[in-house]
């Protein structure tokens, strides 16, 4: 006999919390009115009448069965805000189903419900069809009695039965089990629920039960616990992640965020003329692992300064500890006094030789302050803007590729006179996105109008508000990293 609660169709997809809260409303409701029929049936049963167990029987295993179907809606909508939430397990939200797999194959034998009786005065048994057809066993091959029943069980289930069949038939105890059956080469879940049948003195004469199929509910249960699991490990896996990532930005980063300014030197004959330096990082608001983009500012042994900007594919520590390779190996050539062009040339070998294969793009710019000489070179990055006089212009970038694209490239290097009061400020593209349209770098063109802005700011961290002001509140869908060095007037 087909199971009333199972339809025809596949179920609806509940992928909101008001489609589910609308679900476990309405199962509560017809739960109620099956345990309405229940209860009228209360005085009635131990009533010989097989026709009146049935009917008891049935609405035992519909109230089982919606109790089953609404603890997976609670888990389903307890689940919901987590998995539609900010944070994404590695491989994106497809990687992980939206609900639980709740509806059955049109075409799988699932969900069967049969009946059985054992008389223990004549040692019969009687099934029914359905029944036969649960074990998958023909009816000319006879039902199985109580001695039979156990070798068709898994072995370490067969205990649980011998269990449940003794304190029925001994104590008077109503059946309500669970046990797995070996059915040819596949396992099958089976819900037992019975109770022994009294003869006129009070003896139990018969034992009567139905069984339900119930594998492909405890798989949906195991799938349901199993997506919460992993979706946990996920979880845990991405906060790890995120903790190790920022870590390590701010190991090496220079420590100056936001208002703070550049510590400076004191001010002795091969110091004077250093700039003004203030910086910010903004993270993306799209994702919640960390960015590769980077900001610097060194102070060479010469007493010239090395600013620098990039930023590199992907996100997380893997992005990170790519940028703290290449950050590092910068420090380190710039101190021997290598011109910017080479330095690009370096970081580009040394990136595609990388055992972790990435794109970058950078600026670096080496600053004189004896001669206000601005000396940069560029590999696929935003051109420094240069602020003076009221007005903004970015600088004509010298030749140059993504860092990772091409192996043994040459690098251009440009030269800028800088004069006193000039403002410059780099960035990477996260800030201001370039338009593949002519004529709609609008974000570029406000930067540039808050040229007399900046003119009036006392400090390289006044602009760096400035800045922040208008880029810093907005969704952004890469990290993005601003710096501003401006020459003493």
Known sequence: MPSPLHADRPTARASEPGTVDALISQTRRLRGGVDAVRRGTVGEELSEDPQLRWQRALCDLAVHHLDNLGEHLDQLRAGLPELTGDEEPPGGPAALPLEPPLAQPADAPLGRVGSAEWNLLSD??????????????????????????????????????????T???????????????????????VHMMG??????????????????????????????????????????????????????????????????RFPQAAETEGTRG???????????????????????ALQLPDGRTLLSVGGLTGHGVTATSTMAMLLGALRGMAVTGAEPGPLMGWLNHLLDASAQPALGSAVCCRYDPATRVL????????APLLFRSGRGRALQPPEGVLLGAVPDVTYAQAEEQLEPGDLL??????LVPHSAEPGLDTDLERLLGYAPRFAAARSAQECVRTVLEEFGGRDREDDACVLVARVPS
Request: charged share 30%; hydrophobic share 40%; proline share 5%.
């Open 124 to 165: 019969e048994a009687t099934w029914s069809a359905e029944l036969f057809e649960l074990f998958g066993r023909r009816p000319e091959d006879g039902a199985l009695t109580l001695d039979e029943l156990p070798s068709w069980l898994l072995e370490e289930d067969r205990g649980l039965l011998t269990a449940m069949v």
């Open 167 to 189: 304190d029925c038939l001994v104590d008077g105890k109503p059946i309500d089990g669970e046990f797995r059956i070996v059915r040819g080469d596949e396992l099958r879940t």
């Open 195 to 260: 109770e022994p049948v009294l003869d006129a003195d009070g003896a139990t004469a018969s034992m009567w039960a139905v069984l339900r199929d119930v594998s492909e509910e405890r798989r949906s249960r195991r799938a349901v616990h199993e997506t919460g699991s992993s979706l946990q490990r996920h979880r845990e896996i991405a906060r790890t992640e995120r903790r190790l990532a920022v870590e390590l930005q701010e190991a090496v980063l220079p420590p100056w965020r936001g208002s703070l």
């Open 274 to 296: 250093a700039l003004d330096l203030a910086a910010h990082y903004l993270p993306s608001s799209s994702s919640a692992l960390i960015g590769g983009d980077w900001f610097d």
């Open 375 to 382: 000396s940069w070179s560029q590999a696929g990055h935003p």
């Open 425 to 430: 400020l780099l960035h990477t593209e996260g």
